[in-house]
């Protein structure tokens, strides 16, 4: 029966050891998640060799290249959170076509977005602080990512499908695979080889185009060979409307709440960019190093959303609370670890980029004073994929939302404006900290069943209700 519920390649959450569902989950996605951000983590570091300016200008279009990522991201939470309740359920043939249509959901935003991003590259740039000097790098790069995003977003709702009925590794295999390909075409296209010229910047966004279309025929044959959740039959209009708002009802809100840390990171980079080139260089390494060091948070996630979703869709709450207990202990033991271990050894990895003194000073201070934050972040995200799995993304766009306008942006533009560039980046652990307990406290009480509410309410009489 289980089996069949969650296709062919899946598997049902609501039943067996919650840790060890936690770790089959995430431990896959480790690896996939490493994967997609060796993509950046490459091109960062093959185009360092070209120069400073080089390397300021695709550290321009991190933000934005991580807008259009976390866009993906949110329809593809939207996705898992509906196909993960509606495989909690036992509806199989649901199943299938949420995730159809959800393709071509996907593939019509991504459509409206490149044609946005095509036409506004020049003045969206400009408005972030990009010269003379990187401003024809971006638009040399960004003409080129641009024609790849539907590369970048379809695979991104196929991958969620999949980990939805329980698979994470073959979305896995996907994302290493797509990622090595691009690491080996990286050098070839941006220094050039035999008959192939050295495009510099402009050749890391063709290796990066190539190797995301592999990705998508990769997902593509996986979903309908190996999972069997793809509909050919075309679906009547009604069905493919009543998809699309299953989906946006929770896409739309997890897409926002992914787009608010990319475009903060696009405003706190105008702030960088206050103290000159070398420091946005060095404001993107240390953004990249600090990527990789979130992966086992942001996997737990991942991991957190289809076991959630299930659980919740076979009303199995007490599972749920006990999955956040444990991630909570996780994000706390991970942090830790990796705060005191940034802390020293900061130097030597940024040294590996081979930037500029005045580069690797920056991103030294930011890799001295974030990570101590790591902790309540991967909190704060954890509860977050709760909240979405369970289909009340609001809540977790408001606890994103705060954290970001509320405090980081504010406090990183007083900061660099009254202090100084290290003042920038404790905003950053700042808002964290905060929110990340915030966040906890929330997802406690969205866990306690009503009736316990209920009688405490009644202990406390009519005068404190």
Known sequence: MSAVVAGRGGVRLDEGGIAGHLVALSLPMVWGILAMIAYNVADTFFVARLGTAPLAALSFTFPVVMTIFSLALGLGIGTASVISRTVGRGDHEAVRRLTTDSLWLSMAVVLVFMIAGLATIEPLF?????????????????????????????PMIANNAMRACGNARLPSYIMIGSAAL???????????????????????????????????????????????????AWPRWSQLLESARQVALIALPAA?????????????????????????????????????????????TAGLGPFIGQNWGAERADRVRAALRIAALFCLVWGAAVAVLLWWSAPAIVGLFGAGQATADTAIV????????????????????????MGRPVVATGLMLGRTFALFVP????????????????????????????????????????????????ALGPARR
């Open 126 to 154: 400009g408005l972030l602080g990009a010269g003379e000097q990187t401003l024809p790098l971006i638009i040399d790069y960004m003409q080129i990512w641009y024609l790849g995003a539907p590369f970048v977003i379809v």
């Open 411 to 458: 406090l990183a533009a007083l900061g660099g404006w009254l202090v100084g560039l290290w003042a920038v980046f404790a905003a950053a652990g700042l808002a964290n900290v905060l929110l990340g307990l915030v966040a906890y406290g929330l997802g406690q009480r969205a866990l306690v069943p009503e009736g316990r509410i209920a009688a405490a309410r009644l």
């Open 182 to 232: 691009n690491f080996v075409l990286d050098p070839l296209f941006i220094f050039g080889l035999g008959p192939v010229p050295g495009l510099g910047i402009q050749g890391a966004a063709i290796a990066s185009l190539i190797a995301r279309f592999a990705g998508l025929v990769l997902a593509l044959l996986a979903l309908h060979y190996r999972m069997g959740l793809i509909v050919w």
């Open 256 to 300: 926002a709440t992914n787009m608010v840390n990319p475009i903060a990171v696009a405003v706190v980079t105008a702030v960088v960019a206050w103290y000159g080139p070398e420091a946005v260089a060095g404001f993107g390494v240390a953004t990249r190093i600090e990527a990789i060091s979130v992966v086992p948070l942001l996997a737990l």
């Open 366 to 389: 930011y890799l001295r004073l974030v990570p101590a934050s790591f902790a309540a972040y991967g909190v704060l995200i954890c509860v977050n994929a709760a909240f979405n799995a």
